[in-house]
């Protein structure tokens, strides 16, 4: 007599085994019933805790096959030390994912008036970009931004967020970013005369920034001030040194940027 087996489910019916994936804190995830996607912040009692870039949380039950990672099917489990998950940080104050790829560059671009800003922005928010694909180029002077707001023919595909410097009513900096009138193009400012200013005093250990009279030169003037050697460059240096988070900068700024990523990255 031959032997058959009590399971006659045929084998491309049957489903196929999925990996086993620790919930560990920064794990991106999808939840595929609902879409949301977001970080592991909390595992416990059977559920997971996602929160997506906007700080929204959301409670899911850990089933079998129950999320995608990179599109693909998987079962969360307890991480093995059965200490519940704790987010870490990235300096912009978003969830870190530990070993993310860069996503491929979009179309959109972030610009920025010149590389004093560019660098800060790389510092603070530099791993929030990578993730999501959007590369941040300068500007020379504001005064080259309504031809390359034409060059770049921003569109529902390509988004051009530029943050500008001193973006005060009546301003020179304020008549220019008012000729920008493309749907697709965003130009937010912070008030200050120059990025050093963003920072936060308090980071540099001093009570203010100096005020500097008309007709100096302002980075000059501050170095001065504050009996630095007057040479802006190794000046910045020393300022973006103090710069550890988003903790380190004026909420104007921080702002700002966040508006600028937020509508770069937005769907089409």
């Not at 707001?149 to 301003?171: I, K, N, Q, T």
């Amino acid at each position: 007599m031959r032997q058959y087996s009590p399971d006659l489910t045929p084998p491309w019916k049957k489903p196929q085994p999925v990996p086993e994936v620790p919930a560990e804190p920064g794990l991106v995830v999808e939840e595929p019933g609902s879409g949301f996607c977001g970080a592991v912040i909390r595992c416990e009692a059977g559920t997971v805790t996602l929160e997506d870039r906007f700080g929204k949380h959301r409670v899911f039950p850990m089933e079998p096959r129950g999320f995608l990672l990179e599109g693909k099917v998987v079962t969360l489990v307890r991480p093995s030390s059965g200490a519940p998950a704790r987010p870490t940080r990235t300096a912009s104050g978003s969830v870190a994912v530990p070993g993310a790829r860069a996503r491929v560059a979009r179309a959109g671009r972030i610009y920025v008036e010149g590389r004093h800003d560019a660098e800060l922005v790389e510092k603070v928010w530099g791993d929030d970009l990578r993730i999501e694909g959007v590369v941040v180029e300068y500007l020379e002077g504001v005064d080259d931004l309504p031809s390359i707001v034409d060059s770049f023919a921003p569109g529902p595909d390509a988004r051009l967020g530029v943050l500008v410097d001193h973006l005060v009513p009546g301003s020179k900096e304020w008549h220019i970013a008012q000729s920008v009138t493309s749907d697709h193009a965003l130009v937010v400012g912070h008030p200050y005369i120059d990025i050093w200013e963003a920072v936060k005093p308090s980071s540099l250990g001093i009570e203010a920034w100096p005020r500097i009279p008309r007709g100096q030169d302002w980075k000059t003037g501050v170095c001065r001030a504050l009996g630095w050697p007057e040479n802006t460059g190794a000046a910045w240096q020393r300022i973006l040194s103090t710069v550890r988070t988003y903790k380190d900068l004026e909420p104007e700024l921080l702002g700002r940027v966040e508006e600028l990523i937020d509508f770069v990255t937005a769907p089409a």
